[in-house]
C-alpha cells in the first residue's frame, strides 16, 4: 500500500505564494506518476499537474505560468509551487499517487488552500 500526506496548504492574500507538499510512504516503488488536483466549494474535483517518475510534467492550463510541479525521488516527496495565487485558486489540493498502467494506488487527506484579502 502506499500512504500519501499532503502538507504546506494555508491563506494567503492574492498575488502571494504557496508551497505544496506530498510525501509518500509504502510501497513507492509500484509510483509511476504523481497528481495534484484541486476541488472548490460545489465544483468538481480538477486535475492541476502531474509528474512521472522520470521527470516529465504537465499543468493545467488555468495555472500555466504560475504552479510549477517538481519532484523529489529521494525524499519520495512531490511538490506544487504556487506563485502569482489568485481567488479562483481556492480549494483543497489533493495529491495521488498512479501505477503505469493508471491504476490510482492511493489519494492524500487533502490541504486547504485559500486566496483572499
Known amino acids: 500500500q502506499v500512504q500519501l500526506v499532503e502538507s504546506g496548504g494555508g491563506l494567503v492574500q492574492p498575488g502571494g505564494s504557496l508551497r505544496l507538499s506530498c510525501a509518500a510512504s509504502?510501497?513507492?516503488?509500484?509510483?509511476?506518476?504523481m497528481h495534484w488536483y484541486r476541488q472548490a466549494p460545489g465544483k468538481q474535483r480538477e486535475l492541476v499537474a502531474g509528474?512521472?517518475?522520470?521527470?516529465?510534467?504537465h499543468v493545467a492550463n488555468s495555472v500555466k505560468g504560475r504552479f510549477t510541479i517538481s519532484r523529489d525521488n529521494a525524499k519520495n516527496t512531490m511538490y506544487l509551487q504556487m506563485n502569482s495565487l489568485k481567488p479562483e485558486d481556492t480549494a483543497v489540493y489533493y495529491c495521488n499517487a498512479q501505477t503505469v498502467s493508471g491504476q490510482i494506488l492511493s489519494w492524500g487527506q487533502g490541504t486547504q488552500v485559500a486566496v483572499s484579502s
Open positions: 509504502g510501497t513507492i516503488f509500484s509510483i509511476y506518476a
Open positions: 509528474i512521472t517518475d522520470g521527470g516529465i510534467t
